[in-house]
């Protein structure tokens, strides 16, 4: 029988219960919804319907990814809009 090699990652995690969190913004979903990881441990949070940060599930990855494809297509239909009227 193998052990796992893997260690579960333990200073980061103290060093976060220390001095807390440091979130950066590792994806801008829409103008309103992005998502942060922690620099040290990688827990990773997003920005909620109500504007509020809360953990990054796979449940709210999913809904990101969804609002993202949203987002990027109505984007798209701004754009087209914007080259139409300047033609027009
Ligand atoms: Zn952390």
Do not use: W
Not at 3 to 15: D, F
Not at 30 to 54: A, D, M, R
């Amino acid at each position: 029988m193998k052990k796992p090699t893997t260690k579960p990652a333990l200073m980061p995690k103290m060093y976060c219960n220390f001095f807390g969190h440091d979130y950066q913004v590792s994806k801008k979903v829409t103008y309103h919804v992005k998502e942060y990881t922690c620099s040290h441990c990688k827990k990773q949070l997003t920005t909620n319907s109500n504007g509020s940060l809360i953990e990054l599930t796979p449940k709210f990855k999913e809904i990101n990814a969804i609002l993202e494809r949203i987002h990027n297509s109505r984007m798209e239909r701004l754009k087209e809009k914007a080259i139409l009227s300047s033609i027009y």
